[in-house]
T-cell receptor, first 113, second 112 residues
Framework: DTGVSQDPRHKITKRGQNVTFRCDPI?????LYWYRQTLGQGPEFLTY????????KSRLLSDRFSAERPKGSFSTLEIQRTEQGDSAMYLC???????????FGPGTRLTVT | GQQLNQSPQSMFIQEGEDVSMNCTSSSIFNTWLWYKQDPGEGPVLLIA?????ELTSNGRLTAQFGITRKDSFLNISASIPSDVGIYFC????????????FGKGTKLTVNP
């Protein structure tokens, strides 16, 4: 049984560069969620998908952020023109049904220098 | 901003002691979930609660969904060193979206 996987686990980038993260959910889960976590805080919601449809985006998701789930399986989160404030842990979670348990991946730690 | 108040922020206990932590809110929740997070890793689900008053156990862990639907607690009995980590409560707001709202976490340190 494979859980949620994320790649890369760590990313160091210079300010102004673009970065892309990948999430592979648990295979039978049609819900996929992205969260961001900064030091000392709980995860904060960014966006979620039901299959390939993006159903909600947080105000945290500025115009520099875009997420896709083109075939309803894996998802990508892209950050353009990164800023130091983007440094955080980016977490992906999946769920088989709405308003149910969400299972998290190991996260991608982004450091913007 | 955060809509869940989680307490205490941190706890230092001796191995073998019992631990209790809780989450409260001014809003009503339809689910309560408790997660544990180790440094550099994602949160791991411990217990899920779906009904007001529900009391659920998972080994040495016990959690309850408050009757008012505005609070939940997590108890850990007979703590062991591997219980060290940050514990988060999370839930789905009544009338809200599918996103989880998280507390700020309780950092647990267990002295052997």
């Amino acid at each position: 049984d494979t859980g949620v996987s994320q790649d890369p686990r760590h990313k160091i980038t210079k300010r102004g560069q673009n970065v892309t993260f990948r999430c592979d959910p648990i295979s039978e889960h049609n819900r996929l969620y992205w969260y961001r976590q900064t030091l000392g805080q709980g995860p904060e919601f960014l966006t979620y998908f039901q299959n390939e449809a993006q159903l909600e985006k947080s105000r945290l998701l500025s115009d520099r952020f875009s997420a896709e789930r083109p075939k309803g399986s894996f998802s990508t989160l892209e950050i353009q023109r990164t800023e130091q404030g983007d440094s955080a842990m980016y977490l992906c979670a999946s769920s088989p049904t709405p308003y149910y348990e969400q299972y998290f991946g190991p996260g991608t730690r982004l450091t913007v220098t | 901003g955060q809509q869940l108040n989680q307490s205490p922020q941190s706890m230092f206990i001796q191995e073998g002691e019992d631990v209790s932590m809780n989450c409260t809110s001014s809003s009503i929740f339809n689910t309560w979930l408790w997660y544990k997070q180790d440094p550099g890793e994602g949160p791991v689900l411990l217990i899920a609660l779906y009904k007001a008053g529900e009391l659920t156990s998972n080994g040495r862990l016990t959690a309850q969904f408050g009757i008012t639907r505005k609070d939940s607690f997590l108890n850990i009995s007979a703590s062991i060193p591997s219980d060290v980590g940050i514990y988060f409560c999370a839930g789905h707001l009544q009338g809200g979206s599918e996103k989880l709202v998280f507390g700020k976490g309780t950092k647990l340190t267990v002295n052997p």
